[in-house]
T-cell receptor, first 115, second 111 residues
Framework: GAVVSQHPSRVICKSGTSVKIECRSL??????MFWYRQFPKQSLMLMAT?????????EQGVEKDKFLINHASLTLSTLTVTSAHPEDSSFYIC???????????FGPGTRLLVL | QKEVEQNSGPLSVPEGAIASLNCTYS??????FFWYRQYSGKSPELIMS????GDKEDGRFTAQLNKASQYVSLLIRDSQPSDSATYLC???????????FGTGTLLAVQP
């Protein structure tokens, strides 16, 4: 299957700082990427849809000014958690569409811990 | 009603048995259905996709779709301890590219 990478895999930061997470499609071009958040023992919740060269589309309840998404190229999307707080601690996972309009392949995830 | 519903489990089966995982969805417009496997602390891994009514087989896995009943299932034959994981059902919401996930079913295969 298609390969999606994320960096970093784990990050610990102080409350009030910003954290940037990168998502890359390694062997294909992805016009659309998605960002999810998963809290312990819960399912994946879609945060936003990231489209190359245009503004991201955020799901209801997700603060676009807090979770900044940039999709500058066909292989890279970034999620910046601004002014992170402990309640933002979660597992952030990106995915990209490859090999067809519906099939999503997921990155390995980034575990964020805000102290 | 939740958009995608699964029994959270845990579903416990002995090694070598058939594990049956079920999922119902609320949106009649949805056309694409997926099963993902997620090990603890890892991201989801695509197992199967299914788009048409009926069965689709891939190795030990069989996905079944019944659009009239808004029901999709996954059968795992000859279950192995390595199959122990959370299985997530996902549906393309309203025929868009968005995936809506169920809460997942935890499968435990006992050696």
């Amino acid at each position: 299957g298609a390969v999606v990478s994320q960096h970093p895999s784990r990050v610990i930061c102080k409350s009030g700082t910003s954290v940037k997470i990168e998502c890359r499609s390694l062997d294909f071009q992805a016009t659309t990427m998605f960002w999810y958040r998963q809290f312990p023992k819960q399912s994946l919740m879609l945060m936003a849809t990231s489209n190359e060269g245009s503004k991201a589309t955020y799901e209801q309840g997700v603060e676009k000014d807090k979770f900044l998404i940039n999709h500058a190229s066909l292989t890279l999307s970034t999620l910046t958690v601004t002014s992170a707080h402990p309640e933002d601690s979660s597992f952030y996972i990106c995915s990209a569409i490859a090999g067809g309009p519906e099939t999503q392949y997921f990155g390995p995830g980034t575990r964020l811990l805000v102290l | 009603q939740k958009e995608v519903e699964q029994n959270s489990g845990p579903l416990s089966v002995p090694e070598g048995a058939i594990a049956s995982l079920n999922c119902t969805y609320s949106d009649r417009v949805s056309q694409s259905f997926f099963w993902y496997r997620q090990y603890s602390g890892k991201s989801p891994e695509l197992i199967m996709s299914i788009y048409s009514n009926g069965d689709k087989e891939d190795g030990r896995f069989t996905a079944q779709l019944n659009k009239a009943s808004q029901y999709v299932s996954l059968l795992i034959r000859d279950s192995q301890p390595s199959d122990s994981a959370t299985y997530l059902c996902a549906v393309n919401w309203r025929a868009t590219n968005k995936l809506i996930f169920g809460t997942g079913t935890l499968l435990a295969v006992q050696p």
